[in-house]
Structures are given as structure tokens and as C-alpha cells.
């Protein structure tokens, strides 16, 4: 009976995977790790060639989070998703486009622990065939756009945007799908989960995440000024055999034909009390 005792209290703590490559200036991993310990929660810092998604397939807890990038999240929520557990998102990287449209100060990653003890919220999440995206799926020169920003991250902002412009500039040819049978060429492609507030050289936020719908943004011109938008809840898009994209801004390539859909409400996420 103790030992049953004992691991119901395991399985109800939480585990928090934490990314130490993901570019922020503070807190300290080890501030990080000790503010979790002091709340309860089991840390565990990804070393070099982990699998965090392994790890959190492993972890005997009621809600399991990583602290990390956009790019660190996906794998994590996949396995909460799997394992129909909460999820906790901690800003730990550079840009935190997902924790911003929860709602979290992306400024205090501290805070962010308190979604442990907090409220839960179903939201939707978006494949592009079996590969889960929380943000979008970028082709063309908006993808190569967030890799050179990425590859900049500890650059001035000015100096990121300036080389943002060079590269967008630069990139030589039109990216030509079909999509849904349709063909279009444009330079940038964006396929996003839920609507966002497009800007030049940024995502702005995006105002819900529980529209259930897909919002497919091209833009043909030189700069990415005027957007066309289609809104559904599947995009099939076809064209070379080998797509490349950024995936949440991690780099991927993606056979075509390749399906773009959206999971209404798919994802259990918890939030700090009160966001």
C-alpha cells in the first residue's frame, strides 16, 4: 500500500525537459532547475543527441512540459498528445511565438511553472502529414528567411531584420505548387495554425487558437507586402518531389503529395491561474 502510495505521488508531479540550447540570456539552466525542484517538478536537462521525446514517453507524471524554443515544443506536445496528458510550454528560447499566443510573459520563464498548478485549455494544433506543428509550416523564401534569422538569434534586432530583407531579396525563383489541384507560384508560402497578424519580416500574434481552421498565406512579389489568404481546414499541396520547409522554424523536407490538415482541440494545455 506505501508503495502504491508513493507512486501515485510520482505519477502526479510534473516533468519538465529543458532545452539548454535554445538561446535565451536568463534565467540560468540551473536557476531553472531549481525553481522547479522548489515547486515540485522533476527537471531533466537534454543533453547533446537526446531524444526529448523519448524521455517524455518515459516520465511517470500528471503533465509534462519542456522549456525550450519554438522549435523544442513539438516532439513534447506530440507524446502528450499520445499519452493524453497536459502539456506546459516554458519560454526558454529566443522568439516564443506559441508561448506569446497562450498568453505567457515570455520575459519570466519562472512564472511559466506555475502553469503546473494551473488551468487547462484544449487547443488546436496542425499536421503536415504526420509531422504536429503548433505555429506553421513555412516553403520558399519565408522559410529560408527564419532559418538565416535563426542562424542570427543572438544578433541586434536591426541587424537580424537587415539580413531577413537581403535574404528575402535574394531568394532566386518562385516556389510553383498545386494546391488542392490549383497551381500557385509565390516566393512565400505559410500554412498556420489558426489566423495570425501578418507583418514584413514577423509573425504577429494570432488572436485565438481554437478557430479549428487553417489559414494557407502566399505572397508573390518581391517583398512578402500583400498576402493572398485561403481558410480551410485541409490544404493537399503537390509540386517538387521534395518540399523544403520549416517546420515551427526547424528545418524539414516533406514528401509531396503532402497533406496540410488541422486537429480541432487536439492538445490539453495547461496555463498559469488567471491567463
Request: net charge positive; glycine share 10%; aromatic share 6%.
Amino acid at each position: 500500500m506505501a508503495g502504491q502510495r508513493a507512486y501515485a505521488r510520482a505519477a502526479l508531479a510534473g516533468f519538465l525537459l529543458i532545452n539548454p540550447r535554445s538561446g535565451r540570456g536568463g534565467p540560468s539552466v540551473e536557476e531553472l532547475v531549481d525553481a522547479a525542484r522548489a515547486k515540485g517538478i522533476q527537471p531533466r536537462v537534454l543533453r547533446e543527441g537526446e531524444d526529448a521525446a523519448a524521455l517524455a514517453r518515459d516520465a511517470e507524471a500528471g503533465a509534462i512540459g519542456i522549456a525550450g524554443g519554438d522549435g523544442s515544443l513539438a516532439p513534447v506536445a506530440q507524446v502528450a498528445i499520445d499519452r493524453d496528458l497536459p502539456f506546459v510550454c516554458v519560454p526558454f528560447g529566443t522568439r516564443n511565438h506559441f508561448a506569446r499566443d497562450l498568453g505567457l510573459d515570455r520575459r519570466d520563464p519562472l512564472a511559466a511553472l506555475e502553469a503546473f498548478n494551473g488551468e487547462e485549455r484544449r487547443i488546436d494544433v496542425g499536421r503536415a502529414g504526420e509531422r504536429l506543428f503548433l505555429n506553421n509550416v513555412s516553403f520558399g523564401a519565408y522559410a529560408s528567411l527564419v532559418h538565416r534569422r535563426e542562424a542570427h538569434r543572438r544578433r541586434r534586432e536591426s541587424l537580424a531584420r537587415l539580413r531577413a530583407l537581403l535574404r528575402t531579396v535574394r531568394h532566386p525563383y518562385r516556389l510553383r505548387l498545386r494546391v488542392d489541384g490549383e497551381p500557385l507560384a509565390a516566393r512565400v508560402v505559410l500554412a498556420a495554425n489558426n489566423a495570425y497578424d501578418l507583418k514584413l519580416f514577423d509573425l504577429g500574434a494570432r488572436p485565438t487558437l481554437t478557430e479549428g481552421r487553417l489559414h494557407l498565406y502566399s505572397a508573390r512579389g518581391l517583398l512578402p507586402t500583400d498576402w493572398d489568404e485561403r481558410v480551410a481546414e485541409t490544404f493537399d499541396l503537390d509540386g517538387p518531389a521534395v518540399l523544403r520547409a520549416a517546420i515551427d522554424g526547424e528545418p524539414a523536407e516533406l514528401e509531396t503529395p503532402v497533406t496540410c490538415r488541422i486537429e480541432p482541440r487536439a492538445l490539453r494545455v495547461l496555463v498559469p491561474p488567471g491567463r
